[in-house]
């Protein structure tokens, strides 16, 4: 009998029992709310610089990715070592009383990387990238909430990341991150979004006792 996929995020294995519940606070506030009447404009970008900001991407990050994020990682998002783009929207409740709630996020940093994943490079550029270093932005994370996919906030926050590589004059020669082999909606929305698939890391995931591959996935500015 085939098994219903019962997944709320496709980063999880294909048969994961694991990922079947809501557990950050914002899904039962949108229980009581007309999404419909949330539009665009709505919805604020800013950087995670709370603890209650880190306290909401700790449960969504639990709904959206097998991985376990150590506390250091945490920190790094408060304190600024690793930088983030999370998306916002208020909510006003009947008393008057208003909160606010990330219902997107992603987690990025700037490194040293390996030239190679330039593509068109010349036989010289090449042969001089395994001496070179440049530095480049990884994605480290990015996740919608599922009342909110489909309606462009990763787009945004992407083309957030281009505009700076584009910006910084050359300083920065990337974007770059890793995807699992069967997260296919992940691997379409960088597709669309003009990234490339580099290369493919044999087993570099292990999630709930199997192993998977890992897709490494580049956007260069012309
Ligand atoms: C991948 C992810 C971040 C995309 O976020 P998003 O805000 O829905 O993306 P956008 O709206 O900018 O782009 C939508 C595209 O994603 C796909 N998509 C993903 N989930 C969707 C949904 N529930 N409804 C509609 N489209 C969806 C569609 O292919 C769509 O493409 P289209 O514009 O051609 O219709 C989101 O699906 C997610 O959080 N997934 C779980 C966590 C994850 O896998 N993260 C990536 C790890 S590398």
Request: aromatic share 14%.
């Amino acid at each position: 009998m085939q098994q219903i996929d019962q997944r709320l995020s496709q980063a999880f294995p294909p048969n994961s029992q694991k990922n079947t519940r809501y557990i950050a606070q914002i899904h039962s506030v949108l229980e009581n709310v007309k999404i419909d009447d949330i539009g665009f404009k709505d919805i604020k970008f800013r950087k995670a610089q709370t603890k209650r900001d880190i306290e909401q991407l700790k449960l969504l990050q639990q709904e959206w990715f097998p991985i376990i994020y150590a506390e250091q990682f945490y920190t790094s998002v408060l304190n600024g070592h690793v930088s983030s783009l999370i998306a916002e929207i208020e909510i006003k409740y009947p008393t008057g009383r208003k909160e606010k709630y990330i219902i997107g996020a992603m987690v990025y940093q700037q490194r040293q990387c390996k030239f190679k994943y330039q593509q068109n490079l010349t036989w010289k550029q090449w042969f001089c990238s395994f001496f070179q270093t440049q530095n480049a932005l990884y994605i480290m994370t990015i996740g919608v909430i599922n009342e909110f996919r489909g309606r462009g906030i990763a787009e945004y926050m992407v083309e957030q990341l281009k505009k700076i590589v584009v910006q910084s004059n050359k300083t920065l020669a990337y974007i770059y991150l890793d995807v699992v082999a069967y997260n296919e909606i992940a691997s379409r929305f960088y597709q669309k979004h003009g990234f490339n698939r580099m290369r493919i890391k044999k087993n570099h995931y292990q999630l709930e006792n199997q192993s998977f591959d890992g897709h490494v996935y580049v956007w260069q500015p012309n």
